[in-house]
């Protein structure tokens, strides 16, 4: 039983910054790796960050290494995805999710939150 909650997102100009939360629940959180992706309209869900909840260690996509960093507390099950230099083309749904691997492939992932819209305005 996983439970995952996003929230943060908002509409912002163009190289502002939005720190984006997903807070979790469940007795499998711990073990597993956490991923954040997104969705624009019309688009496949994309693959934007993921970490180890054990480890720690994380991997980005090209198009938002620099700019966006994957953190977590472990002690509330809460991972965050800090956005910086934020651009109109990052305007999506963001959605957390968790793994049993480390992973981009959205369909390796169990378990997603509702979605979090951010929209960045030019």
């Known amino acids: 039983q996983v439970r995952m909650l996003e929230s943060g997102g908002g509409l912002v100009q163009a190289g502002t910054s939005l720190r984006l939360s997903c807070a979790a629940s469940?007795?499998?959180?711990?073990?597993?790796?956490m991923g954040w992706f997104r969705q624009a309209p019309g688009k496949e869900r994309e693959f934007v960050a993921r970490?180890?909840?054990?480890?720690?260690?994380?991997y980005y996509a090209d198009s938002v290494k620099g700019r966006f960093t994957i953190a977590r507390d472990n002690a509330r099950d809460t991972v965050y995805l800090q956005m910086n230099s934020l651009k109109p083309e990052d305007t999506a749904v963001y959605y957390c999710?968790?793994?049993?691997?480390?992973?981009?492939?959205?369909?390796?992932?169990?378990?997603w939150g509702q979605g979090t819209q951010v929209t960045v305005s030019s």
């Open positions: 999710a968790s793994s049993s691997v480390a992973t981009r492939i959205v369909s390796e992932y169990q378990h």
């Open positions: 469940g007795r499998t959180f711990r073990a597993y790796y």
């Open positions: 970490m180890s909840l054990s480890g720690g260690s994380t």
